[in-house]
């Protein structure tokens, strides 16, 4: 008996060519500043890295909401995780698994295996080096 309910997984949910991918926008890991920023319609078969970065750069400089992170240098994706995977326990960026940085600017985004709702992190890699050899956050509830 069907319960009417679709059981399709998230991440096949949707084609290749019409993704929806957050990128988590990073200005400060210490004080766990980050802003979510969902793309839809993203097609992972020909948007780049390097084109994923510029499209996420256009939104930080064109769109209202984004001002204090304008003045921020952002050069570098990681994967953070993707649909129905384990998350990572610090609550900012995975620190482990330096291969998922996406180095690679002209590799298409389904060839680093980006899927469907895959979150990724953009951030500046000298912030982040610096953050790795002290992993404190000065962030209080």
């Not at 998230?10 to 210490?30: G, M, Y």
Request: hydrophobic share 35%.
């Amino acid at each position: 008996m069907s319960s009417g309910f679709d059981d399709t997984l998230t991440n096949l949910a949707r084609p290749r060519t019409a993704a929806i991918i957050t990128v988590r926008v990073i200005k400060s890991f210490e004080f766990r500043t980050e802003r979510s920023l969902v793309l839809r319609d993203i097609n992972l078969e020909t948007t780049t890295v390097g084109g994923l970065k510029e499209i996420a750069r256009n939104v930080i400089q064109t769109q209202p909401g984004w001002k204090p992170y304008r003045s921020a240098h952002f050069d570098t994706l990681k994967l953070y995780v993707q649909a129905h995977g384990a998350k990572t326990t610090n609550l900012i960026i995975n620190l482990d698994h330096d291969e998922w940085i996406l180095s690679d600017e002209g590799k298409p985004l389904s060839e680093c295996g980006l899927e469907n709702e895959t979150e990724i992190s953009f951030f500046n890699r000298d912030l982040y080096e610096n953050f790795k050899l002290n992993p404190q956050t000065r962030w209080e509830c």
